[in-house]
């Protein structure tokens, strides 16, 4: 294993393009509010537009080309989860709302005992 740090050098122009592509961005989904009057087209075409422009932006910049592919290697890692099959899923669904029922019984009954020996035994004040 390596104890050598790893730096990042930016330049300010890498700064700049990603300030640029986060206010493009922004922008986008402020046209895409700002347009409520307009067809829905109109409105995901702005927001779309200002999204891919802002990738653009991002993809000249280091940072951005970094980011994006820790994006990209992020969603080939999703595809190599094993989800659960509906069964087992209703299974560990039905495991927890057991445990849960159990949990909150216990707790009441733990409630309810604290109650009866602070009250009625030690206090000795009746409800």
Do not use: H
């Not at 294993?1 to 890498?14: A, C, G, I, K, R």
């Not at 080939?76 to 709302?97: D, S, Y």
């Amino acid at each position: 294993m390596s104890n050598q740090s790893v730096q990042t050098v930016s330049t300010s122009n890498d700064k700049i393009k990603v300030a640029l592509a986060i206010a493009v961005a922004i922008a986008g989904v402020v046209g895409f509010y700002y347009l409520l009057d307009k067809p829905a087209l109109v409105r995901a075409g702005a927001l779309v537009a200002g999204l891919a422009f802002a990738v653009l932006l991002l993809w000249t910049s280091s940072t951005g080309r970094d980011f994006l592919n820790f994006a990209q290697e992020s969603v080939r890692e999703t595809k190599k989860v094993v989800w659960p099959t509906r069964r087992e899923a209703m299974q560990i669904t039905g495991i927890v709302f057991a445990f849960v029922f159990v949990m909150a019984l216990f707790l009441w009954g733990t409630d309810k005992t604290l109650e009866f020996l602070l009250y009625d035994l030690i206090l000795g004040i009746r409800k």
